[in-house]
C-alpha cells in the first residue's frame, strides 16, 4: 500500500482548511488536503451553502423565474468552487488527494478513495471535515420519494407547488422566504411552540406577522407524525406536499474519522472537544469550523483559521476566548441580523441596560427601496455608554451590523453611532435614529 508523507495533514477541504493550506505552503511548509468528494472542493459554502442559497434568494428578490435563478446559481456555484479550488490547490506545496480519511493513528491516516486504499502520515493534522444535515427519525421519511435537505432543495429542475419544510431555524426560514418568492405555497411545521426562542419576543412577533403576511404558512408547536410521497402528517392534520425539505440542524462530520484511534475526544454533545488553541485532546492534532461546535458559520471557520495560524505563524496570542463579539444573519427578508445580548438575555442575566428602539419605516432608504417593514432594538450600558447589543430586522441589515460589532468590539460609546456622517440615502443612517429613540 502507497504511504505518503507529509508535514501537514488537512482532512477536509473547508474554508478553515484551504485557508490553512494556503499559509502553510507560503511559510515554506508542504500540506495535503485530503477531499472526499471532488464536487465538495471549497467546502459547504461555496458548494451548498451560504453561497447558492443567497444567490437564489437575491435571484427572487430581482424577480427571477426559479429556472434563470437556477442557472445563475450553477454560475455562482461554478466560479466559487473554481476560485476555492485553485485559491488553495495552486500553492506549490500544497497538494490534494481525493477520498475518505479515516485515522489508524495520530500520526496515519487511511485514505478510501473508492475502495482504492492509500496512507498518509503526518507531523500535524487538521480537522475540518464540516457538518451534515440531521435526518430526524419521523415515520415514512427514508421511504417518501420527495424528501429533501438543503441540497437537494437547491439542485430541483422544477419549481414544487407546495413545499413542506420541516424545522423552523435558519435553513427552514431563508428557505421558506426564498420558495414562497418563487411562487411555491410553503408551509413551515415546527415543533417547538416558540418561534424564534434565541429573539426577543417582541422581535419574533413582528417577524412571524411578517412571514405569514407574505403567503408562509407557519404551524408551531406541532408534531411531526410521518412523511408520505404527498404529504406530511402532523398533529394529526395533513399537509399537502410536492417537496418536503427537513431543515432540522446538521451533525459534526465524524462518523467515518474513526477519531479513537488518534485519541481525539468529543465533547458530550458529540463535537470535537478543542482547547483554547482549538488544538484537540491529541497534541498533534486540531480541529476548526463546524466539526467542533461553537456555532455554525462561514466567518468563524475562517476565524478558527485566524488562531490556528496565529498560533503556528504569529506571536500566539490569538484565542477562541477572546471571540466575544460574534453578529449573524437570518437572510429572510427582511434581513434579521443581532450582535451582543438582546432584552432577553439582558434580563436573565441580571444585566441593566438603557433600551433604544424603533421601527424601520422612519429610515429614509425603506422607502426608497420599498421594504419599510422592521424594527432595530438596541441596549447600551448606563454607566460606560457603550453598546450591549443590537438587533437589527430590516433591509440591509446584514451589512449594518457589521458597523455595530466594529464599534462594540472598539469599545465606542453609542453616541459615536448617533452622531456617526452616514450618507444618504443608506440603511446605516438608521444608527442614528435608533440611537435617539430611547425607551424610557
Ligand atoms: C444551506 C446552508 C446555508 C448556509 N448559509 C450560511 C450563511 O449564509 N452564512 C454563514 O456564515 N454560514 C452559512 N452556512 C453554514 C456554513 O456553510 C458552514 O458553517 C461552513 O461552510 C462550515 O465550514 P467548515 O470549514 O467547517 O467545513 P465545510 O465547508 O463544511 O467543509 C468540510 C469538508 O470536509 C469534507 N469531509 C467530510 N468528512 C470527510 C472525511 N472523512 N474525509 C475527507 N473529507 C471529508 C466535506 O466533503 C467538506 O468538503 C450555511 C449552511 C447551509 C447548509
Ligand atoms: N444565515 C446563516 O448564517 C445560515 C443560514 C443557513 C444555515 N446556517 C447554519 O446552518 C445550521 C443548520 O441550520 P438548520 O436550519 O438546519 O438548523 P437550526 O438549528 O437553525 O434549526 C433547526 C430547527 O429544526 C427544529 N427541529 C429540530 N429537530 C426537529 C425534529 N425532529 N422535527 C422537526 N423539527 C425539528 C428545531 O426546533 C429548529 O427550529 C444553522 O444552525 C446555522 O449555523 C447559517
Given at each position: 500500500m502507497?504511504?505518503?508523507?507529509?508535514?501537514?495533514?488537512?482532512?477536509?477541504?473547508?474554508?478553515?482548511g484551504?485557508?490553512?493550506a494556503?499559509?502553510?505552503?507560503q511559510?515554506?511548509?508542504?500540506?495535503?488536503?485530503?477531499?472526499?468528494?471532488?464536487?465538495?472542493?471549497?467546502?459547504?459554502?461555496?458548494?451548498?451553502?451560504?453561497?447558492?442559497?443567497?444567490?437564489?434568494?437575491?435571484?427572487?428578490h430581482?424577480?427571477?423565474?426559479?429556472?434563470?435563478?437556477?442557472?445563475?446559481?450553477?454560475?455562482?456555484?461554478?466560479?466559487?468552487?473554481?476560485?476555492?479550488?485553485h485559491?488553495?490547490?495552486?500553492?506549490?506545496l500544497?497538494?490534494?488527494?481525493?477520498?475518505?480519511?479515516?485515522?489508524?493513528?495520530?500520526?496515519?491516516?487511511?485514505?478510501?478513495?473508492?475502495?482504492?486504499?492509500?496512507?498518509?502520515?503526518?507531523?500535524?493534522?487538521?480537522?475540518?471535515t464540516?457538518?451534515?444535515?440531521?435526518?430526524?427519525?419521523?415515520?415514512?421519511?427514508?421511504?417518501?420519494?420527495?424528501v429533501?435537505?438543503?441540497?437537494?432543495?437547491?439542485?430541483?429542475?422544477?419549481?414544487?407547488?407546495?413545499?413542506?419544510?420541516?424545522?423552523?431555524?435558519?435553513?427552514?426560514?431563508?428557505?421558506a422566504?426564498?420558495?414562497?418568492?418563487?411562487?411555491?405555497?410553503?408551509?413551515?411545521?415546527?415543533?417547538?411552540?416558540?418561534?424564534?426562542?434565541?429573539?426577543?419576543r417582541?422581535?419574533?412577533?413582528?417577524?412571524?406577522n411578517?412571514?405569514?403576511?407574505?403567503?408562509?404558512?407557519?404551524?408551531l408547536?406541532?408534531?411531526?407524525?410521518?412523511?408520505?410521497?404527498?404529504?406530511v402528517?402532523a398533529?394529526?392534520?395533513?399537509?399537502?406536499?410536492?417537496?418536503?425539505?427537513?431543515?432540522?440542524?446538521?451533525?459534526?462530520?465524524?462518523?467515518?474519522?474513526?477519531?479513537?484511534n488518534?485519541?481525539?475526544?468529543?465533547?458530550?454533545?458529540?463535537?470535537?472537544?478543542?482547547?483554547?488553541?482549538?488544538?484537540?485532546?491529541?497534541?498533534?492534532?486540531?480541529a476548526?469550523?463546524?466539526?467542533?461546535?461553537?456555532g455554525?458559520?462561514y466567518?468563524l471557520?475562517?476565524?478558527d483559521?485566524?488562531?490556528?495560524?496565529n498560533?503556528?505563524?504569529?506571536?500566539?496570542s490569538?484565542?477562541?476566548?477572546?471571540?466575544?463579539?460574534?453578529p449573524?444573519?437570518?437572510?429572510?427578508?427582511?434581513?434579521?441580523?443581532?450582535v451582543?445580548?438582546?432584552e432577553q438575555?439582558?434580563?436573565?442575566?441580571?444585566?441593566?441596560?438603557?433600551?433604544?428602539?424603533?421601527?424601520?419605516?422612519?429610515?429614509?432608504?425603506?422607502?426608497?427601496?420599498?421594504?419599510?417593514?422592521?424594527?432595530?432594538?438596541?441596549?447600551?450600558?448606563?454607566?460606560?455608554?457603550?453598546?450591549?447589543?443590537?438587533?437589527?430586522y430590516?433591509?440591509?441589515?446584514?451589512?449594518?451590523?457589521?458597523?455595530?460589532?466594529?464599534?462594540?468590539?472598539?469599545?465606542?460609546?453609542?453616541t459615536?453611532?448617533?452622531d456617526?456622517?452616514?450618507?444618504?440615502?443608506?440603511?446605516?443612517?438608521?444608527?442614528?435614529d435608533?440611537?435617539?429613540?430611547?425607551?424610557?
Open positions: 502507497e504511504t505518503k508523507t507529509f508535514k501537514n495533514v488537512i482532512i477536509g477541504f473547508g474554508k478553515a484551504r485557508a490553512l494556503k499559509s502553510l505552503s511559510h515554506g511548509e508542504d500540506v495535503v488536503i485530503i477531499e472526499r468528494e471532488q464536487a465538495m472542493y471549497g467546502g459547504t459554502c461555496p458548494n451548498v451553502g451560504c453561497a447558492p442559497s443567497k444567490t437564489l434568494i437575491v435571484a427572487g430581482k424577480n427571477m423565474g426559479f429556472k434563470e435563478a437556477m442557472t445563475t446559481k450553477y454560475k455562482v456555484r461554478e466560479m466559487l468552487h473554481n476560485g476555492a479550488y485559491g488553495a490547490a495552486d500553492e506549490p500544497v497538494s490534494v488527494i481525493d477520498g475518505i480519511a479515516r485515522f489508524i493513528n495520530q500520526h496515519t491516516i487511511e485514505v478510501d478513495n473508492h475502495g482504492e486504499i492509500s496512507r498518509v502520515t503526518g507531523e500535524r493534522i487538521f480537522i475540518n464540516g457538518a451534515t444535515p440531521v435526518i430526524p427519525e419521523i415515520a415514512g421519511i427514508h421511504e417518501a420519494k420527495n429533501v435537505t438543503s441540497e437537494g432543495a437547491m439542485d430541483l429542475d422544477s419549481l414544487p407547488e407546495h413545499l413542506v419544510i420541516i424545522g423552523a431555524g435558519y435553513i427552514g426560514l431563508e428557505f422566504g426564498m420558495f414562497n418568492k418563487f411562487g411555491s405555497k410553503v408551509t413551515i411545521l415546527e415543533p417547538h411552540e416558540t418561534f424564534l426562542p434565541k429573539e426577543d417582541d422581535v419574533a412577533e413582528i417577524i412571524l411578517d412571514l405569514k403576511e407574505s403567503g408562509v404558512e407557519v404551524h408547536g406541532v408534531a411531526i407524525d410521518k412523511i408520505t410521497d404527498d404529504s402528517v398533529g394529526g392534520k395533513s399537509y399537502p406536499a410536492n417537496k418536503v425539505l427537513v431543515a432540522t440542524g446538521r451533525r459534526p462530520n465524524i462518523s467515518e474519522l474513526r477519531l479513537e488518534a485519541g481525539v475526544a468529543l465533547w458530550d454533545n458529540g463535537y470535537i472537544k478543542v482547547d483554547d488553541t482549538l488544538k484537540t485532546s491529541s497534541d498533534n492534532i486540531w476548526l469550523g463546524d466539526v467542533r461546535g461553537g455554525q458559520f466567518y471557520s475562517t476565524d483559521f485566524r488562531i490556528v495560524n498560533q503556528l505563524f504569529g506571536d500566539g490569538r484565542l477562541l476566548s477572546d471571540r466575544t463579539i460574534v449573524y444573519s437570518v437572510f429572510i427578508t427582511p434581513t434579521l441580523s443581532h451582543g445580548l438582546d438575555e439582558a434580563q436573565r442575566l441580571g444585566v441593566n441596560y438603557r433600551l433604544f428602539k424603533m421601527a424601520a419605516a422612519p429610515i429614509v432608504k425603506t422607502k426608497v427601496v420599498q421594504e419599510m417593514r422592521g424594527l432595530l432594538k438596541a441596549l447600551v450600558d448606563p454607566e460606560t455608554e457603550e453598546i450591549l447589543g443590537v438587533t437589527l430590516h433591509e440591509d441589515s446584514h451589512e449594518v451590523i457589521n458597523l455595530v460589532s466594529l464599534a462594540m468590539k472598539m469599545h465606542t460609546p453609542y459615536v453611532l448617533r456617526q456622517i452616514f450618507t444618504h440615502p443608506t440603511m446605516g443612517e438608521g444608527l442614528n435608533l440611537f435617539q429613540n430611547e425607551v424610557k
